[in-house]
């Protein structure tokens, strides 16, 4: 998708990625620890040959790990915004 807007001005497109949701020999993991987090924001990077994501966030919960480690881990000069998706009101 993002190849479609590669030649428009980079402060003109608000690009969003997730992170959290991967599946590992056929099983289906989430994944919040923070070295999961800060691998997938630079794997993001390079795969789509950027310098920041506008809105990086998390798809689902990692109910193993605390979300202030999760939230911590993501780089705010690499991810601009951090979004938590399905998550409960006394999570936060």
């Known amino acids: 998708m993002w190849q479609a807007?590669?030649?428009l001005p980079r402060e003109t497109v608000q690009l969003a990625?997730?992170?959290?949701n991967l599946v590992v020999?056929?099983?289906?993991?989430?994944?919040?620890?923070?070295?999961?987090?800060r691998k997938s924001c630079e794997d993001s990077l390079e795969?789509?040959?950027l310098d920041y994501i506008d809105?990086?966030?998390?798809?689902?919960?990692?109910?193993?790990?605390?979300?202030?480690?999760?939230?911590?881990?993501?780089s705010p000069s690499r991810a601009l915004h951090?979004?938590?998706?399905?998550?409960?009101g006394a999570l936060l």
Do not use: N
């Open 47 to 49: 795969r789509l040959g």
């Open 25 to 37: 020999d056929g099983k289906f993991q989430i994944r919040g620890d923070a070295a999961y987090v």
């Open 82 to 88: 951090l979004c938590l998706l399905l998550m409960s």
């Open 5 to 7: 807007f590669k030649d």
């Open 55 to 74: 809105l990086f966030y998390q798809h689902r919960v990692d109910s193993t790990v605390p979300i202030e480690i999760t939230v911590s881990s993501a």
């Open 17 to 20: 990625t997730k992170f959290g």
